[in-house]
């Protein structure tokens, strides 16, 4: 099952402005999508990776008004994420990460992870914890990741993917003289233009659009 991409909700919201409403009941999936995230485990551990299974959080609804953004949510199987063509309205967080220049956090995700190895991403970015608001993903990501605390967050827009992932865009900005120190997850960093158009040939279409419309 794939759908078209869409901009569910788009702001900014300032942090204080977005709210998430925990539900205490578990998302329970078909038995094929179950059995499909079974295969994905199995398959990222057949190639050495050390990604485990958990919990994670699924969007059940959203709702817009005053300026706020509500989101309701529910525990979901981690792995469901990861089955093709379906990843359940599993909700992801991203921190699109600037310096005190303008200029774009970007890192090269190691080939060992679940999601995007190999490729260039921006800023920092995972699943939102059980009982977690994805605002406070976007600093714990940052922090986890590359060892750095913003001056200033903005939380910019939710976004479904073609598979169903929901992706819980935010931005932040470094103060100035912040040093960062990549985690394991990444093999490779660089600090790209802040014009778009000056970024190097390994930043890719969907990674440009994207910093487009924050920019």
Known sequence: MRTAPAILARGPWAPDNVEARWSDEHYEPPPER???ADAAIAALRDRGSPSHDGLAARLVRHEEFDGRLLLDLQPVRWALRLVEGDASCSV?????TRD???RWLAGRR???LASWA???ALGAGGAVDVGESPVDTLTRELDEEWSVAPERVRCEALVRLPHR???FIGQAWLPAGATVTPDHEHDAYAWWPASIDD???EADEPLRRMAGLLA
């Open 34 to 36: 179950g059995d499909a």
């Open 92 to 96: 992801a967080a991203m921190c699109l």
């Open 100 to 102: 005190s220049e303008g």
């Open 110 to 112: 190691a080939a060992w």
């Open 118 to 120: 190999g490729r260039w």
């Open 165 to 167: 992932l929901v992706m």
């Open 199 to 201: 970024w190097p040939p």
